[in-house]
């Protein structure tokens, strides 16, 4: 799917037969496994299986014969990382060599303190290979290190190889029965696999534990019910939660590991909009129409994070400081872009000094904007709370880089936007898309008929992914738009990030709200402030 490509060549367990051939009648065999982490047609790959290079056995089987060695694919397994990128795993019959065998020493020696410095470091800068190879020795040491066995396991899920995570994700959780994140990855693993169970062990959690709300979130996206699906928003205490404790690593993560751009990409669309009206000679220049108004720019920026909007946009409300580049080589300075990183002199193209504010319900993500500089309000809050806080027709830009993940429900989102934003003003934001399968989930959850036939009924709504996030449909977005008097202005297909080796599809929108009367939409966003 244009990422890495798992090859499985083969089957490393001489007890199962695996076919070979997708539906085909030719005899089964007995086979090697090798899973192999990188590019098709990795080097080495032709060299260490003769012969064997284009045959992949289908994903199914290969899942099925998981299953039939371990109902929970709990396995013993040893992996090795080779140099070339291979990932080869051995599973024993017994539990000699498995992650967490042998007597366990609570010190490293001084070669796996190294070892794991080396791999951590690895990690931090996105050298998955390297770092999965260190990884990979370092969890079958002596030592037992929950970091090693956690960031191994991380790594192999965001290839695509969850399976081989899950005893990773085990020896993590057998040493910290409590360690949350731990058991909403191994859950978000086994869902995929075994719903049934791990919905039944997510109830049982919940009546269990009526505060998990981890717990609940899982368990409203297994079930398409409960609070989140219901209601169509996160639990602000699961938002809090989860963000709170990513704050500190957030970019990394996000930028590195999983290749997310919005906020770039947001600045580019922005940027070409911008360029092109100021050109337009037909462009209105009545002092309604111009952006930004007469107090410069008023940026709101939902959901802020750890302030990458705040910074790539920062050059419109700042006039001493030169706009970031967005080029994919650059993204680095976007980054390590904090405070010192302000000119004392005003930019050459700055205009009036305008107001940036943030806000975020997790109030880490918010510590971590203040510490950056680039905002110069900073609300610890809900983004629509924010957004009812503000003067009718006020801002200049309202920006949302991945919030709306959260918010499945957009109709409030839109109607406080529309009465925020001034004549003219823009709203740019990033949506995850619905597939058709969803939409026809949805649609049928409605009681659609298929009356009116299948396009123009399913393309409608939000839905709960598995992943814990929300998916619109683009027909929901087009009428909210249409509903709260936005002209559309660019919409543009992006992979938002890639995840477990699948692109997750979405789009930008950029929205201009229109400049002509707006009555009936500002009485419906003071009917929803209310
Ligand atoms: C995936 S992050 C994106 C952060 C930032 N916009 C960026 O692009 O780097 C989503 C952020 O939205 C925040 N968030 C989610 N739901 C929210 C809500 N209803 N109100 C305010 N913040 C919210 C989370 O705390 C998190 O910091």
């Known amino acids: 799917a244009g990422g890495a490509v798992v090859h499985v060549v083969g089957s ?42 284009t045959t992949c056995p289908p994903r199914d089987a290969v899942l099925s014969l998981l299953r039939a060695v371990s109902p929970l694919a709990v396995l013993p397994l040893v992996l090795h990382v080779s140099e070339e990128g291979h990932v080869e795993v051995q599973a024993t019959a017994s539990s000699a060599g498995a992650p967490g065998a042998g007597a366990p020493s609570a010190t490293p020696r001084e070669d796996e303190a190294s070892l794991l410095r080396q791999a951590s470091q690895a990690y931090d800068a996105g ?3 390297l770092a999965a190879r260190e990884f990979a020795r370092l969890a079958s040491a002596p030592y037992e290190d929950a970091t090693a066995a956690y960031n191994l396991a991380a790594i192999l899920h965001s290839f695509g190889l969850s399976l081989l995570a899950v005893p990773y994700f085990m020896k993590v959780i057998l040493r910290s029965p409590e360690d949350r994140t731990a058991h909403s990855m191994l859950g978000g693993v086994l869902g995929e696999l075994e719903p049934g169970a791990v919905t039944l062990a997510y109830r049982e959690i919940v009546r269990r534990q009526p505060t998990n709300h981890r717990a609940a979130h899982r368990l409203a996206c297994l079930t398409q019910s409960g609070r989140a699906a219901e209601e169509g928003r996160a639990d602000p205490e699961y938002i809090r939660e989860v963000f709170d404790e990513m704050a500190e690593q957030f970019e990394t993560r996000l930028v590195h590991h999983l290749q997310y751009r919005a906020p770039w990409q947001l600045r580019d669309l922005v940027d070409e909009f911008l360029v092109a009206s100021t050109e337009d000679p037909e462009a209105p220049t009545t002092p309604e129409h111009r952006l930004p108004g007469a107090g410069g720019w008023r940026i709101v920026d939902l959901g802020c994070g750890s302030g990458l909007c705040g910074r790539l946009f920062r050059h419109l409300t700042d006039p001493r400081a030169a706009p970031l580049p967005t080029d994919e080589a650059e993204i680095h300075q976007t980054l390590v872009a904090l405070k010192g990183a302000v000119a004392r002199e005003p930019h050459p193209s700055a205009g009036v000094r305008g107001v940036m504010t943030g806000v975020d319900l997790s109030s880490k993500m918010v510590d971590i904007c203040r510490e950056g500089g680039a905002y110069d309000t900073l609300v610890v809050g809900d983004a629509n709370d924010c957004l009812a806080s503000l003067a009718t027709g006020s801002t200049s830009l309202v920006l949302s880089a991945d919030t709306f993940i959260y918010i499945g429900d957009l109709e409030r989102s839109f109607s406080l936007a529309a009465e925020a934003l001034q004549p003219n003003g823009l709203f740019a934001f990033s949506l995850e898309s619905m597939g058709r399968h969803e939409q026809q989930q949805v649609a049928e959850k409605r009681g ?42 660019r919409r543009k297909p992006i992979t938002v990030r890639t995840e477990t080796a699948v692109p997750i599809e979405g789009e930008l929108l950029l929205l201009q709200r229109q400049s002509g009367s707006f009555s009936g939409q500002i009485q419906a966003a003071a009917a929803s402030k209310g």
């Open 448 to 489: 659609w008929d298929g009356a009116q036939g299948l396009d123009a009924e399913i393309d409608e709504g939000f839905f709960l992914r598995a992943s814990g996030r929300y998916a619109h449909a683009p027909g929901y977005v087009m009428r909210l738009a249409r509903k709260f008097g936005f002209t559309v202005l």
């Open 12 to 53: 490393w367990c001489d007890a199962v037969d695996i076919p070979f051939s997708d539906g085909g009648s030719g005899p089964s065999r007995r086979c090697r496994v090798v899973l192999c982490l990188g590019e098709e047609g990795a080097p080495g790959l032709p060299e260490a299986l003769p012969g064997w290079t």
């Open 127 to 129: 050298d998955f290979l």
